[in-house]
């Protein structure tokens, strides 16, 4: 039996990742691509489907997280500029990790993906996002597509041990929206040494707005600088101090 996602129930409900009503209005030109390491998932038809959750929350907070973003991800992926207050922030970075955690389960071996339980009941039950994840917003200058690429990475920690890291790309229309988690053992939690993910040298300042954990009470969107090459963001965090990084390939 395979369970939901987000809860304890049999996953009897097929999710759209890449919701209809944002399909219906980018009405991408090309096909989907997404990626995750080195497999690809590619879809003709636009829709990407997964039975990765029950129908309770397919129904319920899943279905109340796409309608709370149908006017914030909606506005930014067709190119208005907006800004976003604090609950609005919060509100596209819970879409954004729910999307992120639905790609995770879909090809990764392991049922429910890179997130730990823990991590995934806990953005349903108590809308929290992962301890150490971050997100990200930019703006592409191209138009018209929609499309993910994510891949696993491994840093050594200073000291001894290794990080796991997870970033997912998102790109739909003219919003690109990323996600970066990690996890560290158990037993670095405890020392709560902060643990610098380095990612490579850009203006990363003027192309990206982060929203989680927010910075600043009323974000603008979109950033200063545009983003015009997918890979240049979804590459962001594969460097140096990278003991591992799945190898990748990504939309051209
Ligand atoms: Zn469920």
Not at 44 to 64: E, Q
Not at 107 to 113: F, I, Q
Not at 191 to 200: E, K, Q, Y
Not at 221 to 242: C, E, K, T
């Amino acid at each position: 039996m395979r369970q939901c996602l987000f809860c304890d129930n049999r996953a009897n409900s097929k999710e759209d990742i890449w919701p209809k009503w944002l399909i219906a209005l980018l009405k991408p030109q090309t096909p989907i691509v997404g990626y995750i390491g080195q497999d690809e998932l590619s879809h003709n038809s636009p829709r990407v489907v997964s039975r990765c959750a029950c129908k309770t929350c397919n129904n319920g907070w899943m279905s109340k997280l796409e309608t709370a973003n149908i006017p914030l991800v909606g506005c930014l992926a067709q190119d208005i500029s907006t800004p976003l207050d604090m609950l609005q922030q919060f509100t596209i970075a819970q879409w954004a990790m729910k999307t992120t955690m639905a790609f995770a389960s879909i090809n990764l071996t392991t049922h429910g993906g890179w997130f730990t339980l823990e991590e995934r009941h806990g953005l349903r039950a108590l809308s929290r996002l992962p301890v150490r994840s971050s997100v990200w917003l930019g703006r592409y200058s191209g138009s018209g597509r929609i499309g993910s690429e994510s891949h696993t990475i491994q840093y050594a920690i200073p000291g001894d041990g290794i990080a796991d890291g997870y970033a997912c790309t998102l790109l739909v229309g003219h919003l690109m929206l990323q996600v970066f988690a990690l996890h560290v053992p158990v037993e670095k939690e405890d020392h709560r040494t902060p643990f610098g993910v380095p990612w490579n040298v850009g203006d990363w300042e003027r192309l990206l707005v982060q929203i989680f954990p927010s910075r600043i009470p009323l974000a603008r969107w979109p950033p200063p600088d545009s983003i015009s090459n997918f890979n240049v963001l979804a590459g962001r965090f594969s460097l140096s101090r990278a003991v591992r990084a799945a190898s990748r390939r990504r939309p051209k």
